[in-house]
């Protein structure tokens, strides 16, 4: 290794090194310290890991993982901290609120990821392009980025309560008739990639008559794919091999 690219590494883990300082004794479990590190640097094969493993410290995958979200959640918060658009302070307010929920314990890490990361793409989207905050330009971000949808609920009653005269609602997903949707699947889709799990739901119910108020509750850690053209789904109430 060159001189200067050397010392440019070990520049790189001054961070990581204070931080470690503040918690001798479990950094290896804290998440706020493995987030200083980049994602390579976690991998199993990594030099650090390797090194961490020569002195007897093995982090746990749970632990990696967390310091994932960590990463996610610091990046969201940078872009929410950001004094830009007309809009940044209840932007800034939403993130101290959801940090105090998480601080007191009322919400897990993941749950604090999936707030921050919707509330940190929703501002860049209206920013970028000077959009008002209506319900226009928010019906065009859940266009353009469904898979929001789920955690956006509590950024619009936020953003209501700071601007009581927006009144933002958060559309109603049009139901899809199953039959439309695992034709349209075979159609246009079965030769180029497995089915999502709006598809999955679609032949559970149009092709294994499963009621939909079952199928709406199943969720994508329950889909395992046997095949190229067959899953099964597996839940705690059922089991069923789907072939498509």
Same mark, same amino acid.
């Given at each position: 290794?060159?001189?200067?690219?050397?010392?440019? $590494?070990?520049?790189?883990?001054?961070?990581?090194?204070? =931080?470690?300082?503040?918690?001798?004794?479990?950094?290896?479990?804290?998440?706020?310290?493995?987030?200083?590190?980049?994602?390579?640097?976690?991998?199993?094969?990594?030099?650090?890991?390797?090194?961490?493993?020569?002195?007897? #410290?093995?982090?746990?995958?749970?632990?990696?993982?967390?310091?994932?979200? +960590?990463?996610? #959640?610091?990046?969201?918060?940078?872009?929410?901290?950001?004094?830009?658009?007309? *809009?940044?302070?209840?932007?800034?307010?939403?993130?101290? *609120?959801?940090?105090? $929920?998480?601080?007191?314990?009322?919400?897990?890490?993941?749950?604090?990821?999936?707030?921050?990361?919707?509330?940190?793409?929703? +501002?860049? *989207?209206?920013?970028?392009?000077? =959009?008002?905050?209506?319900?226009?330009?928010?019906?065009?971000?859940?266009?353009? $980025?469904?898979?929001?949808?789920?955690?956006?609920?509590?950024?619009?009653?936020?953003?209501?309560?700071?601007?009581?005269?927006?009144?933002?609602?958060?559309?109603?997903?049009?139901? +899809?008739?199953?039959?439309?949707?695992?034709?349209?699947? #075979?159609?246009?889709?079965?030769?180029?990639?497995?089915?999502?799990?709006?598809?999955?739901?679609? =032949?559970?119910?149009?092709?294994?008559?499963?009621?939909?108020?079952?199928? $709406?509750?199943?969720?994508? +850690?329950?889909?395992?794919? =046997?095949?190229?053209?067959?899953?099964?789904?597996?839940?705690?109430?059922?089991?069923?091999?789907?072939?498509?």
């Amino acid at each position: 290794m060159q001189p200067v690219v050397a010392s440019s $590494k070990v520049v790189s883990y001054v961070s990581f090194f204070a =931080m470690v300082d503040l918690n001798p004794s479990g950094w290896w479990t804290d998440c706020d310290v493995l987030a200083t590190l980049g994602k390579g640097e976690l991998r199993h094969d990594s030099l650090p890991r390797k090194f961490f493993r020569s002195l007897g #410290i093995d982090i746990s995958r749970s632990a990696i993982t967390n310091a994932t979200l +960590k990463r996610c #959640i610091n990046n969201a918060v940078d872009a929410l901290s950001e004094l830009n658009g007309h *809009y940044y302070e209840a932007f800034i307010g939403y993130t101290e *609120y959801y940090d105090n $929920k998480y601080s007191s314990g009322t919400i897990t890490l993941q749950t604090l990821k999936q707030a921050l990361s919707t509330a940190a793409s929703f +501002k860049t *989207y209206i920013t970028s392009a000077n =959009m008002p905050l209506t319900q226009r330009t928010l019906d065009s971000f859940l266009k353009n $980025k469904p898979g929001h949808r789920a955690a956006i609920s509590s950024l619009v009653s936020y953003l209501n309560r700071f601007y009581p005269e927006v009144r933002l609602a958060v559309p109603a997903l049009r139901y +899809k008739n199953p039959k439309h949707v695992v034709r349209n699947y #075979i159609e246009y889709h079965r030769h180029k990639r497995p089915p999502n799990l709006t598809e999955i739901k679609a =032949m559970l119910e149009y092709l294994h008559n499963v009621p939909r108020q079952l199928s $709406k509750t199943i969720t994508i +850690k329950e889909v395992q794919f =046997m095949s190229k053209d067959s899953l099964l789904v597996d839940t705690p109430r059922y089991q069923y091999i789907v072939s498509y």
